[in-house]
Structure formats: structure tokens, C-alpha cells
């Protein structure tokens, strides 16, 4: 498992050929919406992956799985690419994932075009995975994107 996730950190900064982006895609199905260049898709459930991570690296379909799997720690981790302006992102969860509804989940396609998006996500959980505490892994994530990159999202802090 660690192995996996320092494989998945290693990927996560390949993608810095990606950044933040807002691509127009077209929505196929009812289960689809577009807000502000993001694709929102609904599907049953966490175990369900949505449809615009079929093209998409195995590595970075790893990444959105680990996401939902973490949601009360991504939701005390802010994200710095400037969605909280552009798309109204609250943490770092919802670059991933857009609300949950009972085992229904509806996705956010956002990190799939933001390489600061899947950092913050994979630093994250592989650092919560070696044991650090989410006020640690905040303070962290706070202090590698202090200068250089958009305001943060308004994340609350991780209770201590």
C-alpha cells in the first residue's frame, strides 16, 4: 500500500503539464451537468467511478478513488489553484468530489484538469497514511503553497 501511494505522488507531479484548466466537454446523459467548464456526474455509489475517468491514467483514477475514501480529511485541507473563486470550492475534497447524497456520490471532473488539485489530494492521504495528524498534514499543505499559487479555498482547520 505504501509503495502504491509513493508511486501515485511520483505520477501526481508528472501531471504538472496540467494546471488548473476550464476545457468545455460536452455532457452526454442525464446524469451529467457542466458548471463553469467542470463536469458534474452522478453515480450509485463511492465503488462506481464516473464516466470522465474513462480516458483518464489508471494513476489518476487512483487518486479520485483515494479522494472519496478520505473525505473528512480532504475536507480540512484547502486547495490553492483558485477554485474557491472560480468554481466555489469550499476544501480540497470537492475538487474531486461535488456533494454526496445517501451512497450516491456526484463527482467533480475539476481535478482531473488541476495538477495543484491532485497534489494537495495525494500529499494528503499518503502523509495520513504514515501516521501524521491531519493539523500536521495542514500545516504542511499551508506552508508549500503559501507563495506561488491562488488564496486558498475557506477551509476550516483540522480539529486538534
Known amino acids: 500500500m505504501m509503495k502504491k501511494m509513493y508511486v501515485l505522488l511520483m505520477l501526481v ?19 451529467k451537468e457542466q458548471v463553469m467548464g467542470d463536469i ?13 475517468l474513462d480516458d483518464k491514467p489508471e494513476e489518476m483514477v487512483t487518486i479520485y478513488q483515494a479522494a472519496a475514501m478520505h473525505k473528512d480529511l480532504l475536507e480540512t ?3 490553492y489553484c483558485g477554485c474557491a473563486d472560480s468554481v466555489g470550492h469550499r476544501d480540497n475534497y470537492d475538487c474531486f468530489v461535488h456533494d454526496n447524497k445517501g451512497d450516491a456520490v456526484v463527482w467533480d471532473d475539476h481535478g482531473t484538469k488541476c495538477n495543484v488539485c491532485l497534489e494537495i489530494a495525494t500529499t494528503a492521504v499518503l502523509e495520513f497514511s504514515k501516521g501524521k495528524t491531519p493539523t500536521e498534514i495542514r500545516a504542511m499543505i499551508d506552508e508549500t503553497y503559501k507563495e506561488g499559487y491562488a488564496n486558498p479555498t475557506p477551509t476550516p482547520m483540522p480539529e486538534a
Do not use: W
Not at 504538472?16 to 452526454?28: D, I, L, V
Open 40 to 52: 458534474r456526474e452522478e453515480t450509485a455509489s463511492i465503488d462506481v467511478m464516473p464516466s470522465f
Open 13 to 31: 507531479l508528472m501531471f504538472g503539464m496540467f494546471g488548473c484548466s476550464q476545457k468545455e466537454e460536452s455532457s452526454e446523459s442525464h446524469n
Open 77 to 79: 485541507m484547502p486547495c
